[in-house]
């Protein structure tokens, strides 16, 4: 579970991990269910929803990707 993820944090260097992450999802299965509430700052919501859908578009994954943005929530687990 992934909620409220502060990719923004230290100029966003989680995303340098993607790429190896990527390598590994080739082991097994993943599920990961990514969450945050809409009336969190728009930066924190746009950067889930866009790490999420770039993780659903990946080919021969085996991710099951859930993203969940509560409404009229300030933070969301």
């Known amino acids: 579970m992934i909620s409220s993820p502060s990719i923004w944090w230290n100029q966003q260097c989680i995303l340098e991990l993607e790429p190896e992450f990527i390598d590994r999802l080739r082991d ?3 599920k990961i269910y990514f969450s945050a509430g809409a009336q969190e700052k728009r930066f ?3 950067d889930v929803k866009e790490l999420a ?3 659903t578009l990946l080919k021969d994954s085996r991710l099951d990707i859930m993203l969940d943005i509560a409404e009229g929530k300030t933070i969301y687990l």
Do not use: D, F, M, T
């Open 53 to 55: 859908e770039r993780l």
């Open 28 to 30: 097994g299965n993943l």
């Open 44 to 46: 924190i919501v746009e």
